[in-house]
């Protein structure tokens, strides 16, 4: 497979990180010890994770004219995504207002800003990119009308595509078989499918329930369990996750999502086998969690087959 052009359509967030001993109550105020300005959003994530295994990725989407619009266009064109095609929107950039609390949790308040306004403009943009193209992403942070304009101009072309259906949603049966490939937790499979994938026969069920309805591959991760495959063709996989300690979760799907179209849609490892594209997927993902931060903690592709061949 030649190396073609990974497309990744979606969301660009500026993260605003404080850090909290605990959550206020209703109408209380608390300090904050430290706080983060971060580059993030879903879109952008996956972008980045691509881009680091070794994919051309070209970003579609939209940022404010605030502050941090340019500082999301630079953040990705530091990690080498092209943004020639992101527009720029009167009024403020997606931002993620982001609390973590001493025992580790966290609330977020997300503001989609420009990513709530992609639409024509972007939808047109894809034309250009489509002759070249390896494979579209798409997530949940952007109009639902967009994605599914996504979806079929990419379907029309060929071009498979790769959606990753969170924030969880509701999700129109009709676009499922402009899907190639869907990759999703286990709170989004039961929230899709009604099933709950706890063992082998749900899983299946689970794969089924996608596969019949037109999708051509099902991805289902499962966090420490590792990952599960199923496609069309009767291909099916198990890829255990690696052991490592977590220091910071945020942008572990995003990057197996981005490391895994890189690998098996970008052309970045030939021709990759579902397999193959998973478990670099799946060392992306670890090492993306022993880092602090979204974009900051992705690894490149000399770092993910470093650590392959050091814990094989």
Known sequence: MSKRTLIVAGSMNMDVVSRV???????????????????????????????????????????????????????????????????????????????????????????????????????????????????????????????AAFMRKASDASVPVIYNPAPAGQLEVDVLPLIDTIILNETETELITGKMPQDETSLEEAAAWFLTRGTRAVIITLGAEGSFYRDAEGISCRVPARQVQPVDTTAAGDTFIGAYAAIRYGGAAGDASPQTALQYATAAAALSVMKLGAQASIPNRTEVFAFMSDTN
């Not at 295994?53 to 953040?75: E, R």
């Not at 009167?90 to 639409?119: M, R, W, Y």
Request: hydrophobic share 45%; charged share 20%; with cysteine.
């Open 21 to 147: 001993a605990r959550f206020p109550r209703s109408g209380e105020t608390v300090h904050g010890s430290e706080v983060h300005y971060l580059p993030g959003g879903k879109g952008a994530n996956q972008a980045v994770a691509a881009a680091q295994s070794g994919a051309l990725t070209c970003m579609i989407g939209a940022v404010g004219t605030d502050g941090f619009g340019q500082q999301l266009l630079d953040a990705l064109k530091l990690k080498q995504v092209d943004v020639t095609e992101v527009s720029v929107k009167d009024g403020a950039s997606g931002i993620a207002l982001i609390a973590v609390s001493d025992a580790g949790e966290n609330q977020i308040v997300l503001c989609a800003g420009a990513n709530g306004k992609v639409a024509d403009v972007e939808i047109d943009a894809l034309d250009r990119l489509l002759t070249e193209a390896g494979a579209i992403v798409l997530q949940n942070e952007i109009p639902w009308a967009s994605n």
